[in-house]
């Protein structure tokens, strides 16, 4: 069975950087994309960054473009969301989640695998 924890989050002043990471445990793991959403209170979880397992396809929210960055690291089942010029409206709590077959990459109910999350907090 697959688990996903990330990690990363904190507090951090607006114009700041965060790198957030979300590491697989399993023994397969094989998705066909890992996405990174994001849920401030009160508000619908959105979709931020998504990122092909193989290939080096990769997806963001217009509201993230030219700021947040998606990687990832197969060997150790990692995916990172590197996060510049952070803006005070950035903050939430930011989960991965993996998904098996092509699709919309922003619709969260098409990812059946789902991390705990990680509160990202920015100050302005």
């Known amino acids: 069975q697959v688990q996903l924890v990330e990690s990363g989050g904190g507090l951090v002043q607006a114009g700041g950087s965060l790198r957030l990471s979300c590491a697989a445990s399993?023994?397969?793991?094989?998705?066909?994309?890992m996405g990174w959403f994001r849920q401030a209170p009160g508000k619908e979880r959105e979709f931020v960054a998504a990122?092909?397992?193989?290939?080096?396809?990769?997806y963001y929210a217009d509201s993230v473009k030219g700021r947040f960055t998606i990687s990832r690291d197969n060997a150790k089942k990692t995916v990172y969301l590197q996060m510049n010029s952070l803006k005070p409206e950035d903050t939430a709590v930011y989960s991965c989640?993996?998904?098996?077959?092509?699709?919309?990459?922003?619709?969260?109910?098409?990812?059946?695998?789902w991390g705990q999350g990680t509160q990202v907090t920015v100050s302005s």
């Open positions: 990122i092909r397992w193989s290939g080096s396809d990769t």
């Open positions: 399993g023994r397969t793991f094989s998705p066909y994309a």
């Open positions: 989640a993996a998904r098996y077959i092509s699709g919309r990459y922003q619709t969260p109910r098409e990812y059946p695998t």
